[in-house]
């Protein structure tokens, strides 16, 4: 899942950054209300963490933005200021969550991963493509009854792949959704992690579930014996 921290505290967020990747998540970071804006509305986040005292353009400005343009994606404030008219204003805007500075990682943890649950769009707890299933809440995945070890990264082109099965995903795509937002590599690092995949998903199953369209992308179907 890849989140978007907005917070000026570049200590605060660069260590916030570092142990939601550790957790398996995909994060970027802004740290003024303008760019935060920005990537929030350029691109898919699976929830945002947002400060609401922010140079440009604040917490609060961001959520009436963003809900007018009919994004719904998961709010939770980060912020101290923790008087209960402040939480109430964030919520009455459209946060879904609050949380007052300072705080615990692990709580924040847990709530972010309780958000992630109950708000969003009605996505199925667990993908399923033919006998392979994926769990997005437990970061795990089967082959039928036999659990697959997937890196973070790995995991994260396979959910999104998952995520759009019997669609046609560019190589581009699939960096947007999975790697940082500053990546400058070359594209075809997809092309490696999709390898990486195969011989994880589908080469010890002797089945093929992976479609390579030249020049275009890639597809996820039901598998075929390979």
């Known amino acids: 899942m890849r989140l978007l921290i907005v917070e000026d505290e570049v200590r605060l967020a660069s260590a916030l950054q570092r142990g939601l990747i550790g957790e398996g998540f995909t994060v970027d970071v802004a740290h003024t209300g303008p760019d935060g804006l920005h990537a929030a509305q350029e691109i898919s986040y699976d929830a945002v963490i947002l400060d ?48 007052t500075k300072p705080f615990s990682f692990v709580v924040l943890l847990a709530r972010l991963r309780n958000l992630l649950r109950r708000v969003g769009d009605a996505r199925p707890s667990v993908l399923q493509v033919g006998t392979l299933r994926l769990d997005p809440a437990r970061h795990r995945v089967h082959r039928s009854d036999t659990e697959i070890t997937l890196t973070p990264r790995e995991f994260g082109v396979l959910e999104h792949l998952m995520r759009h099965a019997g669609e046609v995903v560019t190589k581009t795509d699939i960096l947007r959704a999975v790697w940082d937002a500053h990546y400058e590599g070359e594209v075809n690092v997809v092309e490696v992690y999709v390898g990486y995949l195969r011989r994880k998903i589908d080469t010890p199953f002797g089945t093929s579930s992976i479609e390579t369209l030249r020049g275009v992308g890639y597809r996820m179907a039901d598998p075929t014996p390979a």
């Open 52 to 99: 609401i005292m922010l140079p440009g353009l604040s917490g609060y400005r961001i959520i009436e933005r963003l809900r007018a343009g009919q994004n719904w994606v998961p709010i939770l404030m980060l912020t101290a200021k923790d008087g209960e008219y402040d939480e109430a204003d964030a919520l009455d805007l459209g946060a879904d969550d609050y949380l």
